[in-house]
């Protein structure tokens, strides 16, 4: 998309001297340097307590034990069967749970923000599913869908249906009204003014906050696991809890925010293509 | 109509007139305003744009020239009074109609490209044949070499010119205006006003374009109406008889120009301070 670099309203890019590049590069790897010093500093601290027993190891664990216990998973295999394998369960329920979740949010949103006797009629409903602590509702849910994936997906997408749908709702609400007009006048019918302004302009909304939405599928997930089931990352920590094994909790851990960063990274290349017809803003993310 | 009355009032009785292509009868508009008191905006507007004409409405400011152009655009109901194109009652937005709004109306997520084709792909044209037509047009407003640009890499005067495309793309028989060109710098704006009169001549579109300048007003127009402070009726027309084609920058040192925006403004002026007054003494 550098391609299309805007020509005007970038006057940095205009004149840049190599000096600005040149620091800015710099900069970036300076601040990666920091990163990394800190990510070592905090977990060098942690071993050395738990190597000088200042803390209690079998209590808290510690980073060597956490780096053990991810090595036996992936040579030997967990008590569930493969890491791989429990890694694949969690990453279904967790991609199914976030697509329907999702959709269903999109849909609801979009259709109650345009439609404002709907809205008005339900409004008092939504709030109130709103406030209860949904993630209790996983244990209704596995007395409902079993201990297999059902009830995990179902207990995703409740969490990520919420998430979505307020900013859906939002978004359809907010929608620019000159845009609306313009499109009828061009002659477009209201299914036309539907996908080509009222989406696009809620999906401006609704992108940011897919990636908490994706956060929220491997949280109902996990937690889903941890209530009740057979595979899966929540298993394993779950399992790791009953033998009192820190370090089984941590590498649970580990393996579940890898899978959340690299989500994180598709949801970014995902932002970047949809939303391109935005300016660059400044962002507190490195530029890519 | 009273005010065609005046000596330098519209309509000359020389010719046989053609039936007007839009007619605005009797027109008033009365809103709820916050404190729940109807508020009349529009009080029995009555004009008439004959097919191929240029005509501008002009009137102090918040005088409620713009809901005019949404009530012939079919986007607001009067409250009295009706409005006829080509002797047909406005029902809604009408496919012979084109808008061109003051705030920038394009799409910002469609590229320039999509934003002028998007009027045909409406309407049904096959995708390949509407990016066709966008092409041309692009071409003709100046902007070949944009066409996969998005709205916010473009100029406040490209993205004029996309607007532009965009409505005339759709061939519009009245071409509906709201102050097209303003928040443009002086200089874009006479290079856009005479990019749109080149245009316009071309195409043969009635055009009802409402602004506050006087000045872009009678280097456009062939009529001037002008507007009362709120409510709004008009208090006067002015036929503009200055040689066509213009050139919007030279035809401002014309001797009939300058005698033609004397008469205009002191009919302007009074209204502009009245709005002027209350706009500063009420809450």
Known sequence: MHALRPRRERPADADTPQAVRGGRGRRRVAIATVQVALL????????????????????????????????????HGTTEG?????????????????????????????????VKLLSEILAIYIGAFNSI????????FIIWFGLGMPSKIALAVLLVFFNVFFNAFQGA????????????????????V????????????????LRVAFGLAITGSVVGELLGAQQGLGTLIAQAQGYFNPDGVYAGLVVTTIVALGAEGAITLAEHRLLRWRPPRQTLEPET | MESSTGPEAASPDRLPKPPPLLE?????????????RARTALDDITLTVQPGRFCVLIGPTGCGKSTVLSMIAGLVRPSEGAI???????????????????????????????????????????????????RDWLRRVGLSGFEHYYPYQLSGGMRKRVALAQTLINGPQILLMDEPFSGLDAQTRQIMSDELLGLWEQLGASVLMVTHDLEEAIALADTVVVLTAGPATVKKEFAVDLP??????????????????????SCLSEEVSLAYARATTSP
Request: hydrophobic share 45%; charged share 20%.
């Open chain 1, 82 to 114: 493969p890491l791989w394998q429990q890694l694949w369960v969690t990453l279904q329920e967790t991609f199914f749970g976030f697509a329907i979740g999702v959709v269903l949010g999109v849909t609801c949103g979009i259709v109650l923000g345009r």
């Open chain 1, 40 to 75: 070592v500093g905090g977990l060098g601290l942690w071993q050395a307590l738990a190597s000088s027993h200042s803390i209690d190891v079998s209590f808290y664990g510690d980073p060597v034990g956490t780096w053990r216990q991810l090595l036996d998973w992936i040579h």
């Open chain 2, 84 to 134: 006829l194109i080509d002797g047909q009652p406005v029902s809604g937005t009408d496919p012979r109609t084109g808008f061109m709004f003051q705030s920038d109306a394009v799409f910002p997520w469609k590229t320039v490209l999509g934003n002028v084709a998007a009027g045909p792909r409406f309407r049904g044209t096959p995708r390949r044949e509407a990016a066709e037509l966008a």
């Open chain 2, 24 to 36: 605005v009868r009797g027109v008033s508009k009365r809103f709820r305003a916050p404190d729940g």
């Open chain 1, 173 to 192: 609400r907010e929608v620019d009204h000159g845009l609306i007009a313009n499109a009828r006048l061009l002659g477009a019918s209201r299914l036309a």
């Open chain 1, 194 to 209: 539907l996908f080509h302004v009222v989406v696009p302009s809620a999906f401006s909304w609704l992108i940011a906050s």
């Open chain 2, 244 to 265: 066509r084609p213009r050139s919007v920058r030279e035809v401002r040192f014309q001797p009939r120009f300058v005698e033609l925006h004397e008469q205009i403004w």
């Open chain 1, 133 to 140: 602590p949904r993630l209790v509702l996983g244990s209704i």
